[in-house]
Nanobody, 119 residues
Framework: QVQLVESGGGLVQAGGSLRLSCAASGRTFSTYNMGWFRQAPGKEREFVADISWSGYWTDYASSVKGRFTISRDNDKDMLYLQMNSLKPEDTAVYYC????????????WGQGTQVTVSS
């Protein structure tokens, strides 16, 4: 069974940076498209960024373009989200997720890691 575990969240001041990591178990991680999502209190979960299984393409929510960078290291079964120039509105629980090839939605989710940005 695939397991995803996020880490790297914390409390930072506006303008600061954090790097989130997602460690994946399982034999097929390298075949998954991977994504980052976030959910702020009282708000719906929203897409942040995703990346193809090979890392060939990436996509970002408009709110984070130019500030966040998604990457992966398939040799280490790791997914990353580098977050720079953080804003208070980035405060949320961040989740990594994996998408099985050929399926429409994300099948595997981590437990989330809290990111809090103070102003």
């Amino acid at each position: 069974q695939v397991q995803l575990v996020e880490s790297g969240g914390g409390l930072v001041q506006a303008g600061g940076s954090l790097r989130l990591s997602c460690a994946a178990s399982g034999r097929t991680f390298s075949t998954y498209n991977m994504g980052w999502f976030r959910q702020a209190p009282g708000k719906e979960r929203e897409f942040v960024a995703d990346i193809s299984w090979s890392g060939y393409w990436t996509d970002y929510a408009s709110s984070v373009k130019g500030r966040f960078t998604i990457s992966r290291d398939n040799d280490k079964d790791m997914l990353y989200l580098q977050m720079n120039s953080l804003k208070p509105e980035d405060t949320a629980v961040y989740y990594c997720a994996g998408k099985v090839p050929g399926k429409n939605g994300y099948d595997y989710w981590g437990q989330g890691t809290q990111v809090t940005v103070s102003s």
